[in-house]
């Protein structure tokens, strides 16, 4: 990359900055979320008493990526758990490492909060990420069943 990549932590001042990846990162996954939902999400990932977070990776002044992190207990581990819920890089960026260095990025953040685990799912179609995955993380083998309520 021309530019050095910096991640940091989303603040109220970049919602222009976020919202065109959030929506395509919707775009990737063939979904539409409600914007009623995104407001809420937008508000929850700023609010330091929830669970969630969000980093985006910039290029320059170019918001390039973006992660989305909830953390969670575990009857397993006294350190909460880690979801990487949502990991998206801006197409003319792909294959530069911005997602393996978005992913690290939650490694580190995610130790120094005491969680004992970064779990995270992707679709099984998603190829070029598993990819990344494959080099960066393990497999668990466990395959996710879900039912919508309401």
């Not at 990846?21 to 939902?37: N, P, V």
Request: with cysteine; charged share 20%; glycine share 8%.
């Amino acid at each position: 990359m021309s530019t050095e990549l910096h991640i940091r932590a989303v603040s109220a001042a970049d919602h222009a900055a976020w919202l065109p990846l959030w929506l395509g990162y919707q775009a990737f996954y063939k979904t539409t979320i409600a914007e009623a939902t995104s407001a809420v999400t937008w508000q929850r990932l700023l609010d330091p008493a929830e669970p969630m977070a969000a980093y985006l990776a910039w290029q320059g002044d170019e918001a390039v990526g973006l992660v989305h992190t909830v953390y969670h207990r575990s009857c397993w581990t006294v350190g909460d758990y880690c979801y990487l819920q949502d990991l998206y890089v801006a197409e003319g960026v792909r294959g530069r490492g911005v997602g393996r260095r978005l992913i690290e990025h939650v490694y580190r953040q995610a130790a120094a909060d005491g969680c004992s685990r970064v779990h995270w799912l992707t679709h099984e179609t998603n190829r070029d990420a598993m990819q990344l995955y494959d080099r960066i993380a393990e497999r668990s083998g466990f395959v996710q069943y879900r039912r919508l309520l309401g």
